[in-house]
């Protein structure tokens, strides 16, 4: 079973930067795709970005292509979210998902963290 655990939000002004990760238990990482989400205060939860089991495909919203780049290492069973040029706008929970496919990852993970609040300040 997979159990994923986020972690390093927190409070940045805007422009600056932050690197949230998921650790994920588990001996079968490297199968899976992984994804992260965002649901800020009174809106749905939106796909934020995508990474294939070997990292050969990735995919990203178009609200934070540029700006966000999706990792991961299979050795350390993490995935992380580097985020950029932060803007008040991406204030939200970020989510960290798990799907054997990267379709699924992208419409309907199977795996779901607890999620770490990420908040810019204007």
């Known amino acids: 079973q997979v159990q994923l655990v986020e972690s390093g939000g927190g409070l940045v002004q805007t422009g600056g930067s932050l690197r949230v990760s998921c650790a994920s238990s588990g001996r079968t990482f490297s199968s899976y795709a992984m994804g992260w989400f965002r649901q800020a205060p009174g809106k749905e939860r939106e796909f934020v970005a995508a990474?294939?089991?070997?990292?050969?495909?990735?995919l990203y919203a178009d609200s934070v292509k540029g700006r966000f780049t999706i990792s991961r290492d299979n050795a350390k069973n993490t995935v992380y979210l580097q985020m950029n040029s932060l803007k008040p706008e991406d204030t939200a929970v970020y989510y960290c998902a798990a799907d054997p496919g990267l379709s699924a990852v992208v419409k309907a993970p199977t795996k779901w963290g607890q999620g770490t609040q990420v908040t810019v300040s204007s």
């Open positions: 990474i294939s089991g070997s990292s050969g495909t990735i």
